[in-house]
């Protein structure tokens, strides 16, 4: 995903728009995805990117672990 994008209410509700190619907006929607998301918002992702940026995202210690297993688990 890429541009400006309308994000679902349930991710994102201070805002109607979220500027993914803006760094700080990417990573701050990646986080709210992979706290809040959906199956159907998680489908959506790039692992890779996740992969990648999961070191610089701010989640709960707990998500961040499930997330971590799973990205591990994925690669292999």
Known sequence: MKGKIKPPRHLVWSTDEVDLDN?????WFLTQVL??????????LDLEEVAHEI?????????ESL???FLDK???
Request: a neutral charge; proline letters at 7%.
């Open 74 to 76: 994925h690669h292999d």
């Open 23 to 27: 760094p700080f907006q990417r990573r």
């Open 67 to 69: 997330w971590r297993t």
């Open 35 to 44: 706290t809040h998301g959906l199956a159907e918002d998680i489908r959506q």
């Open 55 to 63: 070191d610089n995202l701010h989640l709960p210690k707990e998500i």
